[in-house]
């Protein structure tokens, strides 16, 4: 899963690559769903493409998990 994490983390990166990221960080939380900061992770990038219900679902995901301290992007 964390080969998925770090390339998603790359693409958010570049700029224009939400959608690579998004399905990057949606297989890391298939593999590894307890990871709370990958919920941040894929927060941001619906943040990015604009879809705010998601990012907050994903954000209350990881609140959930334990992740709170991680949230840096609402």
Same mark, same amino acid.
Do not use: C
């Given at each position: 899963? $964390? %080969?998925?994490?770090?390339?998603?983390? *790359?693409? *958010?990166?570049?700029?224009?690559? $939400?959608?690579?990221?998004?399905?990057?960080?949606?297989?890391?939380?298939?593999?590894?769903?307890?990871?709370?900061?990958?919920?941040? *992770?894929?927060?941001?990038?619906?943040?990015?493409?604009?879809?705010? %219900?998601?990012?907050?679902?994903?954000?209350?995901?990881?609140?959930?998990?334990?992740?709170?301290?991680?949230?840096?992007?609402?």
């Amino acid at each position: 899963w $964390q %080969a998925f994490q770090y390339r998603g983390e *790359l693409y *958010l990166r570049q700029g224009d690559h $939400q959608e690579a990221a998004l399905r990057d960080f949606s297989e890391a939380i298939r593999l590894a769903p307890g990871e709370p900061h990958l919920y941040v *992770l894929r927060g941001n990038a619906y943040g990015l493409l604009g879809d705010e %219900a998601s990012a907050r679902s994903d954000y209350a995901k990881a609140a959930e998990l334990g992740g709170e301290g991680q949230m840096t992007s609402e």
